[in-house]
């Protein structure tokens, strides 16, 4: 009996995500409107209010989805390079943020109590990207002294700048993935070793050209 509820709120619940993923991914986040939500999900309004209490929960417990959908991709990445999965992983980041956009704007802005940065998508990304950065310096590709969680923070903190702006519309995800694949670069290149140095470099410069270029454009556009 109890084994039979415990599926029976499963089920709910998992129904009750995915009708708030549609309306959040075509209408936004004020089209998810608990009374509409509930008429979608096929339960009564106070029943939806007993597994998710504001949109808030609700948008949380889509962070933890997109959370358990980036250690999925993590798993799967061909990359055996320390160096090319930590650039790998951090793409995957902003890759499960950015699709849907109508969803992934209000997953990007933190919740109201809680540090930027400290979510579930950004804790995923940081473990990966400190297992990653001690496999780097064990390898001589990075600088023995580096501390992995202080340069997972640093490399994670540049995202937490500007995925906000895109979520709140300031600036385009092209612009988004350049600045924060640009400013990467600059930490991997930071704490370099001489052998990792020449190909850590050639990066950079490639992450420049292509911020430059994004930069000319949107002042042609502002002209």
Do not use: F
């Not at 998992?14 to 608990?34: F, P, V």
């Not at 998508?121 to 990075?142: F, M, N, P, Y």
């Amino acid at each position: 009996m109890a084994g039979r509820r415990e599926q029976n709120m499963r089920r709910r619940k998992r129904r009750i995500l995915e009708a708030a993923t549609k309306l959040i991914s075509n209408g936004g986040i004020e089209a998810c409107t608990m009374r509409e939500l509930a008429r979608r999900s096929r339960l009564d309004v106070t029943t939806l209010y007993n597994y998710y209490g504001s949109k808030e929960e609700i948008l949380e417990a889509l962070r933890r989805s997109g959370a358990r959908k980036l250690e999925r991709r993590i798993a799967q990445l061909e990359e055996t390079d320390p160096v090319d999965r930590i650039r790998a992983i951090v793409d995957l980041m902003l890759g499960v943020r950015e699709s849907p956009a109508g969803l992934a704007r209000p997953i990007n802005l933190p919740g109201p109590r809680r540090r930027p940065g400290t979510g579930p998508i950004e804790l995923v990304a940081k473990t990966q990207l400190e297992d990653e950065l001690r496999r780097a310096s064990a390898e001589g590709d990075l600088v023995a002294s580096v501390d992995p969680e202080q340069m997972a923070l640093v490399i994670l903190g540049h995202s937490v700048v500007w995925l906000p702006l895109w979520a709140r519309r300031v600036i385009d995800a092209e612009e988004t993935a350049a600045r924060v694949g640009h400013l990467v670069s600059l930490c991997l290149l930071a704490v370099a070793t001489d052998q990792s140095r020449p190909r850590l470099e050639q990066a950079m410069l490639e992450s420049q050209g292509r911020l430059s270029a994004l930069d000319a454009e949107l002042e042609a556009a502002a002209v």
